[in-house]
């Protein structure tokens, strides 16, 4: 089979920034090529134009047309001519898109398109209890109306994006993925009492309630520390330029010596500090599938996560980590502490969590499901 991934974003040296989604594209065309499968993948919004190949697939780079009024629109029409150019020459056999702003509202081309729902910005906003963007809103319905099929990373951002939108579309749920290879050799070896949050630093993901429920395990134990890792952001909510600022304020004073911001560092660095982390927290509001989550597992890290939505569908409450709201500071800090004082538990949530990954996310486990759902499009 013959797939082609349409993107905004693709982690390699050349292309702009990548996140989530970006990581979960790699995975996926790694899995899909290990099977023997074909796999191109578009990455539009770049800085300049280029084709070339990498580890088995083919990536093709593309700026945005620049046009008052209009750049979205014709963005999109330069996407489809290069689609249906591929699928002319036999290149390509369907088209996988992210839902985010609706990236292919306006793409009509030859070939099944399925789209992946990460969660669109109609979907996050909701989440975050604000204002959505009219054109994102209608970029985002339209194209999820005119795919071929659905896929969704969890079941609760399938039905919370048919409850959203208002519409009923069936969806298959496939989850992120995960490269066991590139966590060979990690291990439940830990530096005593280190927290670790890596990823952005902002409201949705729970950055300003990591300060409060910090203080309460300090009052506890004042040996804990907790190393943050990720770019700063703004905040959406009061327009501030930086929520790194606005949470130094949060911590209490002593509470803040203990405290390490690194910023954004090399991939290879954040494996490292996973490594060298007793227990990853993740006290966010707003996620689809976060690889984040996948990634500390895999390196058989005990998570203290959220409670809300998706997160049971990553991990079991008690098992591979705990589940807390992340206003419940109290409760939050509590089941931090008890993991950081308890090397056992640490060490048999890590255990449970390594298994997880293995059967549910790793990359052989997804694309076969992924082709499985790409074979039922195209018999359609």
């Known amino acids: 089979m013959k797939i082609c991934f349409l993107t905004p974003e693709y982690p390699h040296h050349s292309t702009r920034s990548s996140g989530g989604i970006g990581t979960s594209i790699y995975n996926l065309a790694k899995g899909l090529v290990a099977l023997g499968h074909q796999v191109s993948v578009i990455v539009f919004a770049q800085y300049e134009e280029a084709t ?13 047309i620049s046009f008052k009024g209009l750049s979205f629109y014709l963005t999109q029409l330069k996407i489809a001519k290069l689609i249906n150019k591929l699928y002319s020459e036999n290149k390509i056999d369907i088209v996988e898109a992210p839902d985010w702003t609706g990236c292919t509202a306006f793409v009509n081309v030859k070939c099944p398109v399925v789209l992946r729902l990460n969660g669109s910005d109609t979907y996050f906003c909701h989440l975050d209890q604000r204002p959505v963007k009219r054109k994102n809103r209608f970029f985002e319905k339209r194209a999820l109306k005119r795919a071929d099929g659905i896929i969704s990373v969890s079941k609760f951002t399938g039905n919370l994006t048919n409850e959203v939108f208002g519409i009923k579309r069936d969806f298959e749920v496939i989850p992120n993925a995960i490269d066991m290879s590139q966590f060979e050799g990690s291990s439940n070896s830990s530096d005593e009492q280190t927290i670790l949050y890596f990823g952005t630093l ?51 004073k002593e509470a803040f010596k203990n405290v390490t911001y690194l910023g954004s560092v090399p991939y290879s660095e954040i494996k490292n500090l996973i490594n060298k982390a007793s227990v990853c927290v993740f006290p966010t509001f707003a996620e689809a599938l976060p690889v984040s989550w996948l990634e500390a597992m895999a390196m058989q890290k005990p998570i203290v996560a959220c409670n809300i939505g998706w997160s049971t ?68």
């Open 202 to 252: 902002i409201r949705k993901k729970g950055s300003l309630e990591l300060p409060l429920i910090f203080n309460e395990v300090y009052k506890k134990n004042n040996q804990a520390k907790l190393v943050l890792v990720g770019r700063d952001a703004s905040d959406i909510i009061t327009n501030n330029k930086s929520v790194w600022q606005m949470m130094q304020p949060l911590f209490d």
């Open 313 to 380: 569908e990553v991990i079991e409450d008690g098992k591979e980590g705990f589940l807390v709201h992340p206003k419940d500071h109290e409760l939050y800090a509590a089941k931090i502490e008890t993991l950081l004082q308890d090397k056992a538990l640490q060490v048999a949530f890590g255990k449970a969590a390594k298994d997880k990954i293995l059967q549910k996310f790793s990359i052989e486990v997804v694309a076969k499901k992924s082709l499985a759902f790409y074979s039922t499009i195209l018999k359609d």
């Open 52 to 64: 070339f190949e990498e580890n088995g697939v083919t990536i093709y780079k593309l700026k945005n």
